[in-house]
T-cell receptor, first 112, second 118 residues
Framework: RKEVEQDPGPFNVPEGATVAFNCTYS??????FFWYRQDCRKEPKLLMS???SGNEDGRFTAQLNRASQYISLLIRDSKLSDSATYLC?????????????FGSGTQLTVLP | EAGVAQSPRYKIIEKRQSVAFWCNPI?????LYWYQQILGQGPKLLIQ????????DSQLPKDRFSAERLKGVDSTLKIQPAKLEDSAVYLC????????????????FGPGTRLTVT
């Protein structure tokens, strides 16, 4: 079983749509959670951290359910520029400090 | 602020040949990481340095891969000899150990080196 699992997609949605990505992680001792964004043939970049209480950054909302070991990312009012691969990322407690484990990513294409 | 620099950006070699990649992290970042990203997968950590010491190299195939960060700044990753399955993008990332000024866990990635082994 992979440590961090994501639906690979692709998700093809029209502009203005709301889309949600899910991610599950296997290690219940996981400590910190993030979403990174990776544009085609580019490097990953931090999109947002995920906090236990849930957090929002503009059109993006992240949720964490520790009991179900589940993370989600919601994008409202999708823009063409949101087209990218979204990587679910986890820091496992007991692992090296600041070491991150990446999921395989979910590909999103926003269509005009 | 300058980002993470990597070179070369692209490399094509034949199997059994050797190759080396270079990384210069963001100035002042003590932690440096090398990742391998195979097409369609997320980055997989190969090795993590703290200054010039190795923190974790448990996923580095040590029979063919080696890495060093002798002066705690630049780093090189070497593959010798290369295999077809080494075809991937090799990403270098760095992060700060300072608690102030941002997310301790944020890693800043370089543009990567795209390696093709034929």
């Amino acid at each position: 079983r992979k440590e961090v699992e994501q639906d690979p997609g692709p998700f093809n949605v029209p502009e203005g749509a709301t889309v949600a990505f899910n991610c599950t992680y296997s290690n219940s001792a996981s400590q910190s959670f993030f979403w990174y964004r990776q544009d085609c043939r580019k490097e990953p970049k931090l999109l947002m951290s995920v906090y236990s209480s849930g957090n929002e950054d503009g059109r993006f909302t992240a949720q964490l359910n520790r009991a179900s070991q589940y993370i989600s990312l919601l994008i409202r009012d999708s823009k063409l520029s949101d087209s990218a691969t979204y990587l679910c990322v986890v820091n496992f407690r007991g692992g090296s400090a600041r070491q991150l484990t990446f999921g395989s990513g979910t590909q999103l294409t926003v269509l005009p | 602020e300058a980002g993470v620099a990597q070179s070369p950006r692209y490399k094509i070699i034949e199997k059994r040949q050797s190759v080396a990649f270079w990384c210069n992290p963001i100035s002042g970042h003590a932690t440096l990481y090398w990742y391998q990203q195979i097409l369609g997968q997320g980055p997989k950590l190969l090795i993590q340095f703290q200054n010039n010491g190795v923190v974790d190299d448990s996923q580095l195939p040590k029979d063919r891969f080696s890495a060093e960060r002798l002066k705690g700044v630049d780093s090189t990753l070497k593959i010798q000899p290369a295999k077809l399955e080494d075809s991937a993008v090799y990403l270098c990332a760095s992060s700060s150990t300072l608690p102030a000024g941002g997310n301790l866990y944020e890693q800043y990635f370089g543009p990567g080196t795209r390696l093709t082994v034929t």
